[in-house]
């Protein structure tokens, strides 16, 4: 079955690893947000697109919950005796990453080239496609103003109260080569949206013009899985957010905001009160471990959506 996968970072990444080891390599494509992009020190970061990368190329520090296994931070040291901006932590194995798709950037390549090269080098076989190769921003609206979306999550520690959400730049972006063929595939079996904070990870996704038609034109199952478990966002700042826009911490209201794109919705098992309601409102509605914890977790969650998506 060909599978498109949307996801952001931690949480789709997850289960895009899990995709990975059920699909062949031809059959999955992951279109990958990049609206909290943004230049620290010079340099173009991609932290989504990271995370998706390490994950996928068995590179990732799973006790750390971000970032690369084995990281050093000599580079960080070092920038912060200089007096250096030190809250974004950039390893120094990590560095080689931002370096070189810098370097790559400033030489006219685009963002879907140089991540289609880094995934090549380290050997992931998956399709993997920024969402654009153009900037698109996301920006934290709060009582005292707009943040940038790594000032509030990282540098403010996702402390702000947030009041709602903009994309910038996202009127005028184009989908990145290789997304709308891959929603507009013929053989397409499913379109995925993985356990993403729908708010900052999904909504940049589908505000690039073109993106959210190409997915409800399509004739493929789009499923969702919740990344809200038992009322908690199971990684992030999701439920935090619901709660400060007057939304209910619930993976119902999550299939809510996914409005009549979806046809259906897997909820972890200890939300399995939640699915009669959600399948009376005609959203075919299903039950799963979805925290995962270890590979298996991941290769089990990914079999069964896409074995419900094969029944939807």
Not at 58 to 71: F, P, T, V
Not at 128 to 146: E, N
Not at 152 to 159: A, I, K, L, T, W
Not at 201 to 208: G, K, L, N, Y
Request: glycine residues 10%; proline residues 6%.
């Amino acid at each position: 079955m060909k599978c498109v996968a949307l996801c952001g970072g931690v949480g789709g990444a997850k289960l895009a690893l899990g995709l990975m080891h059920v699909l062949p390599p031809d059959d999955l494509s992951l279109i990958v947000n990049t609206g909290d992009d943004f230049t620290h020190l010079g340099l173009h970061i991609s932290p989504d697109l990271d995370t998706v990368m390490y994950t996928l190329a068995g590179l990732a520090n799973e006790q750390q919950g971000w970032g690369r296994a084995g990281e050093t931070w000599q580079f960080m040291g070092a920038l912060r005796a200089l007096g250096g901006e030190d809250w974004f932590q950039l390893g120094d194995l990590d560095l080689a990453v931002h370096v070189e798709r810098t370097r790559r950037l400033a030489a006219g390549e685009t963002l879907s080239q140089v991540t289609r090269g880094f995934f090549a080098a380290l050997g992931v076989g998956a399709r993997v496609l920024p969402m654009s190769d153009d900037p698109v921003r996301t920006i934290i609206h709060t009582p005292d103003g707009p943040l940038a979306f790594q000032h509030y999550f990282v540098r403010d520690r996702c402390e702000p109260e947030v009041t709602g959400f903009s994309f910038a730049g996202s009127a005028q972006a184009k989908p990145a080569p290789g997304v709308l063929a891959a929603l507009g595939d013929p053989d397409l079996g499913c379109i995925v949206i993985c356990p993403s904070n729908p708010f900052v990870s999904i909504d940049p996704i589908m505000a690039v013009p073109g993106l959210r038609a190409a997915i409800q034109a399509s004739r493929a199952p789009v499923i969702a899985v919740s990344p809200i478990v038992g009322g908690r966002a199971i990684k992030g700042p999701t439920a935090k957010m619901m709660r400060e826009l007057g939304v209910p911490q619930t993976a119902q209201a999550v299939a809510a905001h996914y409005g009549g794109l979806l046809d259906g919705f897997i909820l972890d098992a200890t939300d399995a009160a939640l699915a009669a309601d959600l399948s009376a409102s005609g959203l075919a509605c299903a039950t799963a471990q979805s925290v995962m914890r270890s590979l298996q977790d991941r290769v089990e969650l990914a079999r069964y959506v896409l074995d419900f998506a094969a029944k939807a």
